[in-house]
């Protein structure tokens, strides 16, 4: 897309001590370390030659509209207060996503990857009990209380930043549960189910309210997340669609949009740090 460096990794690097449940695959893992291992190459190049960021997405992602560029996310070099975001991470109502979001090239970025890549060795317990894994290990360390992470400063909060799912990482379902809580991510893709991108939604019982992270036309990518028996069922109508380069998806100007909706969200974002620093009587100054 758009002449980026791409890494695409089919290999699992990781042994045993991070992942010792036959069933589950190592790719989760892998994921950390392939990270990690890019970033600390491209920060021993010299600052003229290196990469400035990196964009992770899973296997499982689609781009819909190859116009956006990646760069209109990025907080602005220019903007002197943003200098210390190093990760965009969207989230949902599982919490943090790690299937999309974006890294800096910096050293913070290679502690936490450390943090995360280490998380199952040191915290098997834990892991046993969790639904996601590097998921989990991203959510444990940035935000829960007892993270090393978040003893730190602003518990951390200066170094990341939760962003849209939208921008990023749509989902192709409104809700993931019906009403009577059954997870349609389990269900094989029908014509019902196949969102068309627009305020119009599968019936799903629980009403007609549009959730901020559906997928609409002219997102950037598709995250097929959740739907792992049937995911083929699932990315093939979506494959399809994203091969036609129909307008209302393949969409140059919506970017003009987003340009403006990502302005305003920095905006915001500087706006509640000076205040949070002011409540806190933190003296550094942004
Ligand atoms: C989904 O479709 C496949 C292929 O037609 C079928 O083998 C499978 O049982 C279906 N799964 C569900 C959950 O309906
Ligand atoms: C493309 O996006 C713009 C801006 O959101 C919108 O006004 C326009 O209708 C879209 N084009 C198509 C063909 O959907």
Redesign the pocket.
């Given at each position: 897309m758009r002449g980026y460096i791409h890494h695409i990794s089919t290999v699992e690097v990781v042994g045993d001590l991070s992942e010792n449940d036959p069933r589950r695959p190592r790719g989760a893992w892998s994921k950390p370390a392939l990270l990690l291992s890019i970033i600390v190459a491209e920060l021993a190049k010299s600052e003229s030659e290196r990469l400035d960021w990196i964009f992770w997405f899973d296997a499982d992602t689609i781009v819909m509209n190859p116009h956006t560029p990646l760069e209109i996310f990025l907080p602005s070099e220019s903007i002197a207060e943003l200098s210390n975001v190093h990760l965009l991470m969207p989230s949902n109502w599982d919490g943090l996503n790690s299937g999309a979001f974006a890294m800096r090239v910096h050293p913070w970025s290679v502690s936490l990857l450390s943090a995360v890549l280490a998380y199952p060795v040191y915290l098997p317990r834990k892991l046993e009990k969790e639904r996601f894994r590097d998921q989990s290990a991203f959510q444990w360390l940035l935000q829960a209380r007892d993270s090393p992470l978040t003893k730190l400063g602003m518990g951390g909060r200066e170094n990341w930043v939760e962003v849209p799912m939208r921008w990023f990482n749509s989902l192709p379902i409104n809700n993931a549960f019906s009403r009577g809580w059954d997870w349609i991510f389990n269900h094989n893709m029908t014509d019902e189910l196949f969102d068309k991108g627009t305020d119009e939604v599968y019936d799903d019982g629980n009403g007609k309210k549009i959730q901020p992270w559906k997928i609409m036309?002219?997102d950037m990518v598709l995250h097929c997340a959740g739907a792992s028996n049937v995911r083929d069922s699932w990315m093939e109508g979506w494959l399809r669609r994203a091969e036609s380069y129909l307008?209302?998806w393949s969409?140059a100007?919506?970017r003009?949009?987003l340009k403006i909706e990502v302005e305003n969200f920095w905006s915001n974002i500087i706006r509640f740090t000076k205040r949070l620093l002011k409540v806190k009587g933190l003296s550094i100054t942004i």
């Amino acid at each position: 897309m758009r002449g980026y460096i791409h890494h695409i990794s089919t290999v699992e690097v990781v042994g045993d001590l991070s992942e010792n449940d036959p069933r589950r695959p190592r790719g989760a893992w892998s994921k950390p370390a392939l990270l990690l291992s890019i970033i600390v190459a491209e920060l021993a190049k010299s600052e003229s030659e290196r990469l400035d960021w990196i964009f992770w997405f899973d296997a499982d992602t689609i781009v819909m509209n190859p116009h956006t560029p990646l760069e209109i996310f990025l907080p602005s070099e220019s903007i002197a207060e943003l200098s210390n975001v190093h990760l965009l991470m969207p989230s949902n109502w599982d919490g943090l996503n790690s299937g999309a979001f974006a890294m800096r090239v910096h050293p913070w970025s290679v502690s936490l990857l450390s943090a995360v890549l280490a998380y199952p060795v040191y915290l098997p317990r834990k892991l046993e009990k969790e639904r996601f894994r590097d998921q989990s290990a991203f959510q444990w360390l940035l935000q829960a209380r007892d993270s090393p992470l978040t003893k730190l400063g602003m518990g951390g909060r200066e170094n990341w930043v939760e962003v849209p799912m939208r921008w990023f990482n749509s989902l192709p379902i409104n809700n993931a549960f019906s009403r009577g809580w059954d997870w349609i991510f389990n269900h094989n893709m029908t014509d019902e189910l196949f969102d068309k991108g627009t305020d119009e939604v599968y019936d799903d019982g629980n009403g007609k309210k549009i959730q901020p992270w559906k997928i609409m036309q002219g997102d950037m990518v598709l995250h097929c997340a959740g739907a792992s028996n049937v995911r083929d069922s699932w990315m093939e109508g979506w494959l399809r669609r994203a091969e036609s380069y129909l307008p209302e998806w393949s969409n140059a100007t919506k970017r003009e949009d987003l340009k403006i909706e990502v302005e305003n969200f920095w905006s915001n974002i500087i706006r509640f740090t000076k205040r949070l620093l002011k409540v806190k009587g933190l003296s550094i100054t942004i």
